[in-house]
């Protein structure tokens, strides 16, 4: 709590935000529709984003339906069924027919096998501006193999957004971009300070 309360101390403009969708909310970040990532995270996204930027995500929920109001398109995979439903759910209430959602299942204790699985090939092959690097980890954190094999998927002056990045420092000496940078903050529905990572290609 003392490094939330710094950091509020120190970016009072945060302090409504975190009042009103931090982790007293009642809300979750679907129903907020806002990404899980530090909230100056989502202040870049804000000004980045525009209607003709195509998304591609691993793992679905608020950040769905965040990048359906604002980008052209967003194609997003989920190993969660009853998850993805419940996103699907909220997108046709919201009316929202910009998304693919796609179901790819992985037992995510069998690390080992994410290399061949279905779950990790599941991104189209052709070129997206923004690609977000979330969704599930249990047992062996496998965002940094989501994040090497999307590289190959970014457009020119894309970028690729890596949530909770505070867990994989070894992907900022070892990547193909032009460069990074570190948004660490308060985020929606989070009890502390986190950070979100941005790399621009």
Same mark, same amino acid.
């Given at each position: 709590m003392g490094r939330?309360? !710094?950091h509020l101390a120190s970016h009072p403009q945060h302090i409504p935000s975190y009042l009103s969708s931090g982790p007293l909310s009642a809300k979750s970040?679907? =129903?907020? *529709?806002l990404p899980?990532?530090?909230?100056? !995270?989502?202040?870049?996204? @804000?000004?980045f984003l525009s209607k003709s930027m195509n998304v591609f995500e691993y793992g679905s929920g608020g950040s769905t339906v965040y990048f359906a109001s604002r980008a052209g398109s967003i194609t997003s995979t989920e190993d969660n069924k009853d998850w993805l439903e419940r996103v699907q759910t909220h997108l046709i209430a919201s009316g929202f027919a910009n998304v693919t959602l796609?179901?790819?299942?992985?037992h995510f204790h069998r690390a080992e096998q994410f290399d061949q699985s279905e779950y990790l090939r599941s991104i189209p092959d052709r070129v997206f @501006? #923004? #690609?977000? #690097? @979330?969704?599930? =980890? *249990?047992? #062996?954190p496998v965002r940094p193999t989501c994040f090497y094999h999307a590289e190959s998927r970014i457009a020119p002056g894309g970028i690729i957004v890596v949530d909770d990045s505070w867990r994989y420092p070894e992907l900022r000496s070892r990547n193909q971009a032009k460069s990074f940078r570190e948004f660490r903050s308060i985020g929606p529905c989070r009890p502390g300070v986190t950070s979100t990572d941005v790399y621009f290609y």
């Open positions: 939330v309360l !710094a970040p679907l =129903e907020h *529709e899980w990532f530090s909230l100056s !995270a989502i202040h870049f996204l @804000d000004s796609q179901y790819r299942p992985f @501006d #923004i #690609i977000i #690097i @979330d969704g599930t =980890e *249990e047992n #062996i």
